[in-house]
């Protein structure tokens, strides 16, 4: 992430963003294949557009990102379209770690991680462990994560502790412990679903959706998504 000049739309207040930001990034394969290329060179400009939100996002000052970039239920791929996603987060992991770390951010991953290729997992520890004081901005992936699986990977554990847990307890047992909830989520490409994505953490959030594919979701995109954020009316099931 370079000193870089994201525009900054004149609607946009700075003073009301999101906490934390969270995005569903569909679309990659659409994205490929309406260009006639194939699957993987989508999720590759997929992955070259993290970098470049991720720069925009930080421009602007929002603190916590999160990224859905692959799920539980994605391991119904093609074996080739796997491994070339995980080869891609790797890659990215190494090529930016350095970065990360000048810049200030913290890059966290959460989901079934014991589950993921060796090298993966050694890539994310490493970027995790270098980042892991930094304190002007928080990146998180998650990779292997199903909220299904969260809720009842939690429930396990608390069944094992033998002890009627409160909401606080509960959370704790959650991969997203210390984690505030995603206060906007954006969904790119167009389906309107939540596909297994922080289904406990979302109870309140305010959802957008766009039919942008991911590779192609800008900053203007992103920023038009924000102003729509601050025109909401967050109620939290209180009257005003
Ligand atoms: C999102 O893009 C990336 C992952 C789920 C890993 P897709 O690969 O789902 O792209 P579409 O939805 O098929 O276009
Ligand atoms: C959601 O996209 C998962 C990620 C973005 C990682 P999918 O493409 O897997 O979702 P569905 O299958 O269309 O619901
Ligand atoms: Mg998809």
């Not at 004149?10 to 260009?35: C, F």
Request: proline share 3%.
């Amino acid at each position: 992430m370079n000193n870089s000049s994201t525009k900054i739309y004149r609607k946009l207040d700075l003073s009301r963003l999101p906490k934390h930001l969270a995005i569903i990034m569909d679309g990659n394969g659409r994205w490929a294949t309406k260009r006639g290329l194939p699957r993987n060179m989508g999720h590759k400009a997929g992955c070259e557009n993290i970098k470049r939100i991720t720069q925009n996002i930080y421009d602007l000052g929002i603190e916590m990102v999160t990224f859905f970039a692959f799920s539980t239920e994605n391991w119904k791929r093609p074996k080739d379209e796997i491994d070339g996603i995980f080869n891609l987060i790797r890659d990215y992991m190494n090529e930016y770690k350095d970065e990360y770390l000048e810049k200030d951010v913290k890059v966290m991953f959460f989901g079934e991680l014991k589950d993921l290729p060796q090298d993966l997992t050694k890539a994310m520890e490493d970027i995790m462990e270098k980042t892991k004081n930094c304190k002007k901005m928080t990146v998180n992936f998650a990779v292997n994560y199903g909220g299904r699986s969260e809720i009842l990977r939690a429930v396990n554990k608390a069944i094992k502790g033998r002890k009627e847990l409160d909401f606080n307890g509960f959370e704790e047992l959650l991969y997203t412990r210390n984690l505030p909830d995603p206060d906007f989520v954006i969904r790119t490409s167009g389906e309107m679903r939540i596909s297994n994505f922080m289904l406990y953490q979302m109870a309140y959030s305010e959802l957008y959706f766009t039919k942008t594919y991911w590779p192609s979701f800008n900053n203007k995109d992103l920023q038009h998504a924000l102003i729509n954020f601050q025109k909401r009316k967050r109620r939290f099931g209180n009257i005003k």
